[in-house]
T-cell receptor
């Protein structure tokens, strides 16, 4: 079975540009999580969805960040406009209710110049 | 206050030896879960093992076992018979279950970098 799929794997962009990160959760999973990993702050949850509905977005750093989940098999995390401090690895993870484990995608390494 | 504390930033272990990675946690929720993830240099997060707060027995998965001491609020990972491929960052994480039973977020520790030597 395919795991969580993320694209792109690497993204280099210039400050001010829009960045869109994509995630396809494991089929059948009804929870989807977006995390960010930096050296300074470690791994932190940005937002999570249940059945395509955002449940907790308290970790989203500011209005420049937005996330959507239009259907059960696709989610996006958008940064507009991007800033150098957004440089990080962004992970998507999924799970289903009744199973505790979150399975992570390979991550997107974002560099904003 | 830190919810998950990993006090060992780095550890060395010789190949074929066992190693214990420490993790302590803080929660007032009676129902919670504890996880360990491995992050090799390639960057992916790999699930290793899970322990529920009500589980009577310590979790085991192959060479991984979780030494769960509920009264001390510790959930140490034990890796037996270390292999070179075990060299990686290891993260302890906790899930607290909110009332209503909905899934809740994971809170991660800062990680321990394990280096396995010949």
């Amino acid at each position: 079975d395919a795991g969580v799929i993320q694209s792109p794997r690497h993204e280099v962009t210039e400050m001010g540009q829009e960045v869109t990160l994509r995630c396809k959760p494991i089929s059948g999973h009804d929870y989807l999580f977006w995390y960010r990993q930096t050296m300074m702050r470690g791994l932190e949850l940005l937002i999570y969805f249940n059945n395509n509905v955002p449940i907790d977005d308290s970790g989203m750093p500011e209005d420049r960040f937005s996330a959507k989940m239009p259907n059960a098999s696709f989610s996006t995390l958008k940064i507009q406009p991007s800033e150098p401090r957004d440089s990080a690895v962004y992970f998507c993870a999924s799970s289903f209710y009744g199973q505790e484990t979150q399975y992570f995608g390979p991550g997107t390494r974002l560099l904003v110049l | 206050a830190q919810k998950i504390t990993q006090t060992q930033p780095g550890m060395f272990v010789q190949e074929k030896e066992a190693v214990t990675l420490d993790c302590t946690y803080d929660t007032s929720d009676p129902s919670y879960g504890l996880f360990w993830y491995k992050q090799p240099s390639s960057g992916e997060m790999i699930f290793l093992i899970y322990q529920g707060s009500y589980d009577q027995q310590n979790a085991t998965e192959g060479r991984y076992s979780l030494n769960f001491q509920k009264a001390r609020k510790s959930a140490n990972l034990v890796i037996s018979a270390s292999q070179l491929g075990d060299s990686a960052m290891y993260f302890c994480a906790m899930r607290e279950r909110r009332s209503g039973g909905t899934a809740s977020k994971l809170t991660f520790g800062t990680g321990t970098r394990l280096q396995v030597t010949l």
